[in-house]
């Protein structure tokens, strides 16, 4: 079935679209201009008052006018004056007194000229006199104001003060009255044109407010970040690019691609090795092992560690007090690959084991009936199949891996990657500019790595089976091999659970590395010092969490069911945050957001609008994928019916995409209470975040209560895990039996 057009254009329809837009333009420029006069009138207002009572102001000692002076560019930034003394004998003349050689200069130049004698003139009567003619001060645009210096009883002239200020309008309030006067006119252009030309006016708002969240919350932070990264001193230069390209970043750019690389690896050999014992052999607690598999993906970064520190640190429980190694490190690329590894193994354990589950058995069968043995059906079959899946799976850890911020950031040691520089050159060195630019050149490997993904990806069929499926896979693992690969799982598993041991032991030690006595004082003093962060990391993931699933939907619905001009660009603008790194999107907003007319920093909404863009690709993804096993005669039908779209949407679309909604929920709330890249660039004193504060106390070797915190964010995110596992439960309509 061809999917619906939501617009339809005619010669009538436009004609009445081009009035209405040009009848509403004219109001709209009468009002822009009536607003914008009254501001200019206005403010020239309250600027001649100021002067009037800044002349009023001098002083009559002449030992003291040259301070006075000198205190006008306090008074009026940008602008200053000269004080015009007469000459006793010769009213006409006067002596010009200045300390801003620029006025001084300035004033010589017109003082011959007629306005300069009107403004005296009317200066000599007591009277004020604003310039209407243009001059510039140092390169700033100024007009000049003529005011009498008069004694206490405002009966002699004892001067002239000639200020040059400032041009009178806000500039910055004359901008924000400009982009609302533009953007109240795109909004009724937009409105007005879905109302004329769409089919369905529901879907059209819809796109029109998508559309204007990807402007808003994706491009335009990143053309500001990309603009800022070129402007130096507020100009045009490539001096910021110049440092960025120098061998010190460069080096830490192939830092970042050579960790990249080695945990992509090491990542997707785990993974497949545990999709491949859980799926394909008959190994016992394949539940069990599938849960503990997780968990490292659904924890805080910081985490695994944190607890990495604590067990092979400098003064780790393993290296120095069980071992009493002196010369061992964890820190640099062997402990980052460690890590990472174990942080990231999770995402190639859930791409590979749909690949693995869902492989036809037929040919493996036939492989096997035609006498070829278990590793050759293994080598020509199996692998060839799981190929694009590997692929898939090792790409998504090397984008993973050169986006990660977390661990680099207390693990890293002298080994440098670009995620911490960039970090570095906001926090350390102010200098937004820089940080921007490393981001940017980070996002280039990043880039390449997703589309190539996407390629493969693309590439894989996604057919729903409409006949007989085979609920049958062949175990072509030989007991030695099966034997031997579970061991391994066990070993990974048993790793993993010690690593979170290691951080609920941590909570009950004093001093961890020095004094392992038991207490309990540190869960009281991190809760305590942590309340402020408890709560707003869980209120702001809690408000994120449901407009992102509906957005997530709504947005897959728009994706798979309509078609419209820009569809493509739209869906890949929605899909870009999920290869831009996370820095990148922190000084991006810090750029866009931190100005009118979106001043957002500072605020929880700049966290929470963080949290949604954020990871608003993964819930698309998996409604696309619900929505493209749906058959499309269903709303049809619901439709024929008489049901709008918005109907359609809530009691059809959304009651069959529900796993997928509460999982694209689930994943944003775990997500936005784990997250720290982007974060750690947007918090504040108000809105602070967990692993935040699980970092600085980590940072200052206080690892009790950053165990305490770690744990308590453990158990708030695996119970919301739990939730939503409880809310989609597994019917186990297509599992399938292993036959040997």
Known sequence: MPLSEPFVFTKDKLLKFLLAIAVFAAVDLWVYSTVRSSLRANAAETRRNALVLLARSAPEDAGLRDDWLASIADSLPGGAAVYLIPDAEDPSAYEAIAVDEAALELWNGIASTDDAAKGLESAYYFENYASSVKATLSDTPVRLFYAPVTDDAQSELLGIAVFMAPETADSGLERLLTLFALGVFALFAAMTGVSRFSRDSTIGYAVLVLSGLAVVFIVFPLVEAFRLSFLTDGEYSLAIWTDALSGA????????????????????????????????????????????????????????????????????????????????????????????????????????????????????????????????????????????????????????????????????????????????????????????????????????????????????????????????????????????????????????????????????????????????????????????????????????????????????????????????????????????????LGIAYILAFNKTPFLLVGTGAIIVINYIVRELPVGIEGGVASLRQIDPSIEEAARDLGADEGMVFKSIVLPLVRPAFISSMSYTFVRSMTAVSAVIF????????????????????????????????????????????LLVRDTGAFDKTLSR
Not at 705 to 718: F, Q, R, Y
């Open 249 to 584: 970043h460069l080096q830490s750019l192939w830092g970042s691609i050579r960790l990249g690389i080695w945990t992509a690896t090491a990542s997707t050999l785990v993974g497949f090795l545990f999709a491949f014992v859980i799926y394909r052999t008959s190994a016992r607690g394949k539940k069990f092992l599938s849960a503990i598999a997780q968990m490292p993906v659904i924890s805080p970064p910081f985490s695994l560690t944190l607890s990495i520190l604590l067990l092979a640190g400098n003064n780790g429980l393993i290296t120095k007090q069980l071992l009493g190694l002196e010369s061992f490190s964890i820190y640099g690329l062997g402990g980052l690959v460690l890590v990472q590894t174990i942080g990231m193994f999770p995402i190639a354990y859930l791409t590979l084991a749909s690949v693995l589950q869902g492989l036809d058995a037929t040919l493996e069968e036939a492989a096997l009936d035609l006498n070829a043995s278990r590793w050759s059906v293994f080598r020509t079959v199996t692998l060839p199949l799981a190929v694009p899946g590997i692929l898939s799976a090792w790409l998504l850890v090397f984008t993973s891996s050169l986006a990660d911020f977390a661990n680099p950031l207390l693990l890293a040691g002298n080994y440098r990657v670009l995620s911490v520089e960039a970090y570095i050159q906001v926090t350390g060195r102010n200098d937004l500019g820089g940080g921007a630019a490393l981001s940017l050149l980070l996002l280039l490997p990043t880039l390449t790595a997703f589309f190539v993904q996407r390629n493969w990806v693309s590439k894989r069929s996604f057919v729903t089976v409409t006949g007989k499926p085979n609920l049958k896979l062949v175990e072509i693992a030989s007991p030695a091999v099966r034997i031997a690969m579970t061991a391994g799982v066990w070993l990974v598993i048993a790793f993993v659970l010690s690593l979170y041991g290691t951080i609920v032991a941590g909570c009950f030690v004093k001093n961890w590395g020095i004094d392992y006595s038991f207490t309990l004082s540190n869960i009281g003093e991190a809760l305590s010092r942590g309340k402020d962060a408890i709560r707003s990391t869980l209120s702001l993931a809690v408000m994120a969490t449901p407009i992102a699933g509906l957005i997530a939907m709504a947005s897959a619905m728009i994706f798979v069911r309509k078609t419209f001009a820009g569809k493509r660009v739209l869906e890949a603008v929605m899909m870009t945050p999920f290869a831009i790194p996370g820095t990148l």
């Open 682 to 725: 947007l918090i504040s004193a108000r809105w602070y975040h967990m692993t935040v504060l699980i970092y600085n106390f980590s940072e200052n070797l206080r690892f009790g209560l950053a165990s305490v915190l770690a744990t308590t964010l453990i158990i708030i995110v695996m119970g919301a895990f739990g939730l939503m596992r």
